[in-house]
């Protein structure tokens, strides 16, 4: 059953420390093992941390919620190798970087941060789930390190200030699993011309932009 929360240790700054101390009483709150090795998910979200730390026993993770707090560097996670879903939306991180040993990831959730560009995603071959809304993508530049990631079936880039330019759309016609695609509220879905009929066509396996599905007829027509 879960705990009431725990009052948490806070630094000299005033800022809660991701401490053994605190992954403790975290774990006992959400009635999760008391021994690290055992457990396979951890709850960080809404917790006020600034930095990610000492995880160093949580060998077995393969679902972490770190969303919704104050991260501003991905860092201190390369043990866990098993991790499989990972959320770090709702933080301020600007670069995506230190998930290179995370080879069995497939979810990654990075929305509502401070990203400027897809990149360090190399080593992820079986991520098929990036979102990456409301952040700083502005080109197709920007864009460019999805091509690393060919086996994505579902991806959200919607919110972004990402350019009118046919560039985006030839970079993601290289993606071939792509299923689920968003861009809403970006100047290219409001600006690219037959928008949806051209992404339509060149998207092959596409069978959801922008919410809506894309049905057999709409197929034939483009």
């Given at each position: 059953m879960k705990k009431k929360a725990a009052e948490l240790e806070k630094d000299v700054n005033g800022h809660v420390v991701m401490s053994l101390k605190n992954l403790e009483k975290c774990c006992e709150e959400e009635g999760l093992y008391a021994t690290p090795e055992l457990n396979d998910k951890l709850y960080l979200h809404f917790k006020g941390f600034h930095k990610i730390d000492n995880l160093l026993r949580f060998t077995e993770l393969k679902a972490l919620w770190l969303n919704n707090n104050a991260i501003t560097t991905i860092e201190n996670l390369s043990h866990c190798r098993q991790?499989?879903?990972?959320?770090?939306?709702?933080?301020?991180?600007?670069?995506?970087?230190?998930?290179?040993?995370?080879?069995?990831?497939c979810i990654l959730n990075l929305s509502h941060n401070r990203i400027e560009r897809?990149?360090?995603?190399?080593?992820?071959?079986?991520?098929?789930?990036?979102?990456?809304?409301?952040?700083?993508?502005?080109?197709?530049?920007?864009l460019e390190g999805i091509g690393e990631c060919p086996s994505v079936a579902n991806l959200d880039l919607s919110n972004n200030e990402i350019e009118c330019q046919e560039e985006v759309l030839t970079l993601l016609s290289q993606l071939p699993e792509l299923a689920v695609l968003y861009l809403k509220n970006t100047p290219l879905a409001r600006g690219f011309k037959n928008y949806r009929k051209r992404f339509v066509s060149s998207l092959e396996k596409?069978?959801?932009?922008?919410?809506?599905?894309v049905n057999s007829s709409e197929r034939r027509l483009s």
């Open positions: 991790m499989v879903t990972l959320y770090l939306n709702n933080n301020i991180i600007k670069k995506i970087e230190g998930l290179d040993n995370l080879e069995l990831l897809i990149e360090g995603l190399a080593s992820l071959r079986k991520l098929n789930s990036l979102a990456i809304s409301h952040n700083l993508l502005t080109t197709a530049e920007s596409l069978k959801f932009l922008d919410e809506r599905p």
